[in-house]
């Protein structure tokens, strides 16, 4: 019994680590706590949903598969050739040629086990960026089908990053992780089966150390898992605040508060530094943990070999040869070193799962507005539109619209007026069916736009807004909007039709002028008529105009008003404008209050009612004559 007391002495200190490390655990298990806001998703689940997207490349997994097994027989075989080296050169009849035929067999394993790492590792690159580019498209598709109510509910950097980094995670899960995994899951059990073949009395000493790496194992995964999605968190945060603040750092900096966002950035990216120093510290702890079973079972083996072979002992009827001692050496090693590797694999598998719940709680949103079952295809729209008693709120009971009834007949020019928050814009959005009304009837043409498919809705309509979104690239790509089979000669009429050619013919590159990020190297006036050149070249039978003429000086409104009066000719015009000297020849001009239609009708019509309509336009005459007086 003495003589094993070291054994006993090592196991009661292993045991005693084990137990303060689950006495840890359940001590601090209670403050990591799942953010509210994510819901979470099951390891299986999460398994199920990725692999759903790997059925496509199921051959070349199997591929990869076979490989791997050729792979691994390097692992088996290895320590079985060492330790045959090693006797062979300790025999009395040492032969110089076997040893080089044993070296040279050893070279060729090794050399075949090398072909096939790299094989395998082409092989997933291959299909692991197949399947990046799946989830990022999809990901997307079910961005771009969000109404614009879910879409205001997400920040823009939530979205990019759910795009951009969360698939690279999942991608690498494809690539490395899940076939690192199975390797080495596949390698420990092929070298446990070399161990038992060798010396099954060793291989249970070995053995006798899983059940603690399991238990750290099991504890390590609580921790990873919530680390890794507070990382995740923190991460987007960061992101979101960056894209907000650039996109404002005008704002920020006329108001001089540079000082002010750079300490809240701070803020946020110390909670990032923080996040991420507790993931490493969750790694720290289980690395070493590992380590040490790993040191302790080959001190074992040395203790246990070493003293058999001195003493010429047996352990436990076992006779241990110097040949066996090399031998277990090299598998230990190789039965730790994947157990080991399967602790960091599992670490950035946590880290994939975290971003694929990220993913998949996007995926998972339904759009609020689709298609309904028996929708039809509209191919062409005579521009006839009716409100018929609509109702609509943003918020529950919060009425933006109360009961709104109007008509808009083909190719008529319809203004709306009224004060901020009297429903203008929302009259406009409820016809794209940006949203869906609470109750009445909205009709395009006598159908109701529930039944039309959104596609072939919003394909009949052009809207000019009054912030002009424009795309990073050139002036005609900017135009045409990926539009194929039109002509620059089309392009060129289309701005000569809303007065947009002088101005472009006057840049060196013409329609092939650079296009800086979001339009800023053109004025207002200069993307408000490529807006309505883009409109045109779309040839819409609605038009919608939303502020079209705000933010622009006035030489530019001459010529937006020159554009404007051709583009009646096209199709139904509907314009919200807060100066009402550009909506005066409308056919027709609706006020609203409140939520709803005060009064309605042509411009001479109502400044002699000399209601709400009169009292706008008054109060803007004698503002531009003070104005006027004060130049």
Not at 498 to 522: P, S, W, Y
Request: charged content about 20%.
């Amino acid at each position: 019994m003495r003589d094993y007391l070291p054994l006993i002495i090592a196991g009661a200190v292993i045991g005693a680590f084990t137990v303060v490390f689950i006495v840890a655990y359940a001590a601090l298990k209670r403050s990591i706590k799942t953010p509210a806001h994510e819901r979470t998703m099951s390891d299986g689940y999460l398994i199920r949903r990725l692999l759903s997207y790997a059925k496509p490349y199921t051959k070349q997994f199997i591929l990869v598969f076979l490989v791997m097994l050729i792979s691994i027989a390097y692992d088996v075989v290895s320590p079985l050739l060492v330790g045959r080296i090693q006797g062979l050169i300790k025999t009395q009849n040492f032969q110089l040629s076997r040893l080089y035929s044993m070296v040279a067999i050893y070279a060729g394993i090794l050399g075949v086990s090398l072909a096939c790492t790299y094989f395998q590792s082409m092989i997933l690159q291959e299909v692991g960026q197949k399947i990046l580019t799946q989830i990022r498209l999809d990901t997307f598709t079910r961005i771009e089908s969000l109404s614009h109510e879910q879409l205001n509910q997400i920040p823009v950097g939530k979205l990019v990053t759910r795009v951009s980094n969360d698939p690279n995670s999942i991608s690498y899960l494809f690539t490395n992780i899940l076939v690192t995994l199975l390797r080495n899951t596949m390698a420990v059990f092929g070298v446990l089966g070399g161990m038992l073949m060798l010396n099954y009395v060793l291989t249970l000493m070995v053995l006798c150390f899983v059940p603690f790496l399991v238990i750290f194992t099991l504890i390590f995964q609580k921790f990873s898992r919530e680390v890794h999605r507070r990382v995740n968190n923190t991460r987007t945060d960061v992101n979101t605040y960056l894209s907000e603040n650039l996109s404002g750092i005008k704002i920020t900096q006329v108001f001089n508060r540079e000082d002010v966002k750079m300490e809240e950035f701070l803020v946020k990216s110390h909670k990032l530094a923080k996040a991420k120093f507790s993931r490493t510290l969750v790694f720290g702890v289980f690395r070493p943990m590992v380590y040490m079973l790993f040191v302790t079972s080959n001190l074992f083996l040395f203790y246990i070999g070493c003293k058999g072979y001195i003493q010429d002992t047996a352990f436990l009827g076992q006779t241990i040869t110097s040949e066996i001692v090399v031998s277990f050496y090299i598998y230990i090693s190789k039965f730790f070193n994947p157990i080991q590797a399967l602790a960091e694999q599992f670490d950035m598998l946590q880290q994939s799962f975290a971003s694929a719940e990220k993913i998949f709680t996007i995926l998972d949103m339904k759009p609020e507005i689709v298609d309904e079952p028996d929708a039809i295809e509209m191919k062409e729209i005579k521009g006839e539109i009716e409100f018929k008693d609509v109702w609509f709120a943003y918020k529950e009971d919060e009425w933006v619209l109360k009961g709104v009834s109007f008509h808009v007949y083909p190719k008529q020019t319809v203004a709306f007026v009224g004060s901020t928050g009297a429903g203008k814009t929302t009259i406009l959005s409820l016809i794209c069916r940006n949203y869906d009304i609470q109750k009445g009837q909205i009709l395009i043409d006598g159908v109701d736009i529930r039944k039309i498919k959104i596609a072939s809705l919003r394909s009949h309509f052009g809207q000019m807004l009054q912030d002009v979104f424009l795309f990073s690239g050139d002036i005609r790509s900017n135009i045409l909007l990926r539009q194929e089979g039109v002509s620059d000669e089309e392009v060129w009429e289309a701005c000569r039709y809303v007065n947009a050619d002088t101005f472009i013919r006057r840049l060196d590159h013409g329609l092939d002028e650079v296009v800086r990020e979001r339009g800023n190297n053109f004025s207002a006036g200069q993307r408000q008529l490529l807006s309505f050149a883009r409109t045109i070249i779309h040839k819409p039978s609605v038009m919608i105009l939303d502020e079209a003429t705000a933010n622009i000086d006035t030489e530019t409104e001459i010529l937006i008003q020159d554009s404007l009066e051709k583009m009646k000719n096209i199709g139904t015009m509907l314009i919200v404008a807060h100066r009402l000297s550009t909506i005066q020849h409308a056919d027709n001009i609706i006020v609203l209050s409140h939520g709803q239609i005060m009064e309605q009708g042509t411009h001479q019509q109502l400044l002699h009612q000399k209601g709400r309509y009169y009292q706008l336009y008054t109060l803007q005459f004698q503002k531009q004559q003070l104005q006027q007086s004060e130049t």
